[in-house]
Nanobody, 122 residues
Framework: VQLVESGGGLVRAGGSLTLCCQA?????????MGWYRQAPGKQRDKVAS???????NYADFVKGRFTISRDNAENTVCLQMNSLKPEDTAVYYC?????????????????WGQGTQVTVSS
């Protein structure tokens, strides 16, 4: 699975940006897709995720401001970010999870995009 993000950039506080991620390759094996972010000197944190049936999950720090959506036919996942704050500044990474089932066990493989920079100025 290959993931390519788009849509990052510079925006003023209170503004909006939309990130999108295009998946290619063995996309039929993808279960959950999502977005993570990593600010300089900090760990990578989960922002939001969406399952193949549309169920969503958001980090508390983005609830009410960000919306994740997914188009299974186009193999894309997007993150609409509103009311952006300077603390949202980070590199945002697209994530796709493939669940592998063998005779012996079941396990997940994580795939990552290259990341896209989001900078929010005060």
């Amino acid at each position: 699975v290959q993931l390519v993000e788009s849509g990052g950039g510079l925006v003023r506080a209170g503004g909006s940006l939309t990130l999108c991620c295009q998946a290619s390759g063995r996309t039929t094996d993808i279960t959950t897709m999502g977005w993570y972010r990593q600010a300089p000197g900090k760990q990578r944190d989960k922002v939001a995720s969406i399952g193949s049936s549309g169920g969503t999950n958001y980090a508390d720090f983005v609830k009410g401001r960000f919306t994740i959506s997914r188009d299974n036919a186009e193999n894309t996942v997007c993150l609409q970010m509103n009311s952006l704050k300077p603390e949202d500044t980070a590199v945002y990474y697209c994530n796709a999870v493939v669940t592998v089932v063998t005779i012996e066990r079941k396990f997940d493989i994580d795939y990552w995009g290259q990341g896209t920079q989001v900078t929010v100025s005060s």
